[in-house]
């Protein structure tokens, strides 16, 4: 379970985050989304304990990600936006280096990796160094180093770009089962259709404020208002793009601290 509450950020000039709330329960499958400049990036590196709010709190499973961030980075994988690899390293070696991090026993290891190297097709690669792959290659590979060493909270900051369809869909299933078996995945995403199809909830964020969340049904029913036949239902992405417009009443992408 995630839970986040009155978080608030600012950067030097510029209030990235204003208070912000909201709650993931476990087993869920949640899309954070939200225009270039949003601040999804900010509030998943809140939740991972690489930044500091200015104000606020971030609970994994109950444990504050600010006060025992050890505690609870035991619990999360996390892809970053830009993954951040040791280039030297092969394939093999950096997932290992992994899970040595996360106390994973050797004799689990091959179970929990030879599967995902299969399913994102890294297997021609992962005896090689990181320095020779290519940009989707390393992407693929920290998608598997999130997830090998089976964390309960799972974040990925838009972890479809970059990737080909193939990968895309072993992202959707791997995700997918990974819920049924009672993780909770956070990810932020510009894939509309991909939050659409696998999501449980959604959450959308504006200039550092959240501007709807629930699942996408109950957006459906609050948003399908005027301008919409009679019958016709409203995309996430029409709903997405009528709650992020930019216009006076959204505020600038980012609001002076
Ligand atoms: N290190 C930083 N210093 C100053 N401003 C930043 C920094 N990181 C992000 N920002 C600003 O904070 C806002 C939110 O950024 P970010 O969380 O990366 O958005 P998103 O991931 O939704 O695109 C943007 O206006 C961005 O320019
Ligand atoms: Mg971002």
């Known amino acids: 379970m995630i839970e986040v509450i009155s978080l608030t950020k600012n950067y030097p000039g510029c209030r990235a985050l204003d208070s912000i709330s909201f709650k993931v329960d476990s087993g869920a499958m949640f899309a954070f989304l939200g225009p270039n400049g949003a601040g999804k990036t900010t509030t998943i590196k809140i939740l991972t304990g690489i930044l500091t709010p200015d104000s606020g709190e971030a609970l994994i ?35 290992n280096f992994i899970m040595d991090i996360f106390e994973v026993a050797s004799g689990e290891r091959p179970d929990r990796v030879n599967g995902l190297i299969d399913a994102f097709e890294l297997g021609p690669h992962i005896d090689s160094i990181i320095e020779s792959y290519s940009l989707g290659t390393r992407k693929k590979l920290g998608i598997v180093a999130a997830i090998c060493h089976k964390p309960t909270v799972l974040f990925l900051d838009e972890p479809t770009s970059g990737l080909d369809p193939q990968s895309v869909r072993a992202l959707k299933d791997t995700l997918k089962e990974m819920t049924g078996e009672g993780a909770t995945v956070f990810f932020s995403t510009h894939i509309l259709e991909v939050a659409e199809k696998i999501c449980d909830r959604v959450a959308i964020i504006g200039s550092g404020r959240l501007v709807a969340e629930g699942s996408v049904d109950q957006l459906r029913a609050r948003h399908n208002g005027a301008g919409t036949p009679a019958g016709a239902l409203k995309s996430l992405e029409d709903i997405f793009l009528e709650l992020t417009a930019k216009n006076p009443d959204n505020g600038p992408i980012c609001m002076p601290a």
């Open 61 to 95: 499973n109950g444990i504050s990600m600010i006060k025992d961030p050890v505690g609870a980075k035991k619990l999360c994988g996390y892809l970053p936006d830009t993954p951040m690899l040791f280039e030297k390293l092969t394939g093999m070696q950096y997932l």
